[in-house]
């Protein structure tokens, strides 16, 4: 046994050494502590107008974070593809530079507010700018690590900064909150932005490999004809939506459970949602193994079962230790649908039609989280926390029967698939 133990212990040390090994490329090393940066921004902002919400509607939170979201998505949706690519023509490295500095401008705006419709004002600002920053930091990653096994290993290390808005993000406002007002949380989000834009200046990064001969518009449009084009890729939208409807819950009604429902306060919500990150962050670091041994089928598929049966579970919930247990287990679902994601995004196109591309799975993707977040903020308002488990449960439960029977789990069909998507760039 002891034996055993040291073997498992030397295997994780080696993975983990792995995995950590593609920050000794000085430019993704750069560009990888600039996400986090402005991912722990983000993050605060998160949990910010989370609190912002309750304060301004009261019980009606939900509803009011729920339409905010919704905002959020619906201006990624409607801009992402056009905006990122006309941006595609100018240096990578200025348009990024340039997009945080942006975003924290608007950010700066945010402890100013005192009407629910500022929210709304500022968050449609906030994600225009988004729209191009998102898809261009994806698409950059794989032509900085253009071998797959490294690219699997950044697809972990980015999933984890992603999550460190559920962890490390409410885990840093919670100490915020103890010396400083709710106002502060937005002003270190702002210099979370400012310290990304200076990590980014600070490197080169590979110029982006351009079509000619279209516009932007033509651009964006065949971004998104070799997505819905793509059978795998109408799976990994389909897979996303179950992804979505966890998050979804957890985003729009932790604070009205927590706080409405179980009569706890603004700390006992932080801590929840990053309870939900440390699921999402511990199933992102099983990945490379996972993949190494399963095709991102069976993995992807797994965590959809993971979001629709935790959901369908989400009626049960009578307390605070229960819930929490509860956002472990979508946390993990979610990481493994969303981890592998980018590896089937990249191999769909060639390097000159990956920022149109990323862009096209941004706002699709996007499109998911539109009506999930009204779905959460709206049923939760309107029939209570109990029946919106169940509707959200019910959504999640079809992308999943959809994305399995789309997905064929046969290796010869799965080869088909691929040879037909190669054929359709």
Known sequence: MRVSHVGTAGSQNLQARQMLSVLSNPTFRAFYLAQVASLVGSGLATVALGLMAFELAGSAAGAVLGTAL??????????????TAGLERFSRRSVLIGLEIARG???????????????????VLLHSVSAGLVPSVRATIPDILPDEKDYTRALVLTQLSYDMETVASPLLALLLLSLVPLDGLFIVAVAGFLVSAALIASVSLPAQNLAVGLGVG?????GLRI???????????????????ASAMVLVNTVVIVQSELGLGPKATVLAVGVFGVGSMSAAMLIPRLLDRFPERVVMLAGACLCSGGLGAGAAVTGYATMLLLWLVLGSGYALILTPAGRLVARAAGRSDWSVLFAAQFALTHACWFVAYLTAGMAGAAVGIAFTFAIL???????LFVAALVWPADHAAVAAIVSDDHREQ
């Open 70 to 83: 919704a905002l959020k998505t619906l201006t990624t949706v409607g801009l992402s593809p056009f905006v």
């Open 105 to 123: 401008a608007v950010m700066f705006l945010f402890p100013f507010v005192t009407e629910v419709w500022q929210v709304y004002l500022l968050i």
């Open 218 to 222: 033509a651009r964006a449009v065949k």
């Open 227 to 245: 997505y819905v084009g793509t059978p795998r890729l109408r799976c990994l939208l389909a897979l996303t939506f179950c992804a979505a409807t």
């Open 393 to 399: 449960a019910a959504m999640s439960a079809a992308g």
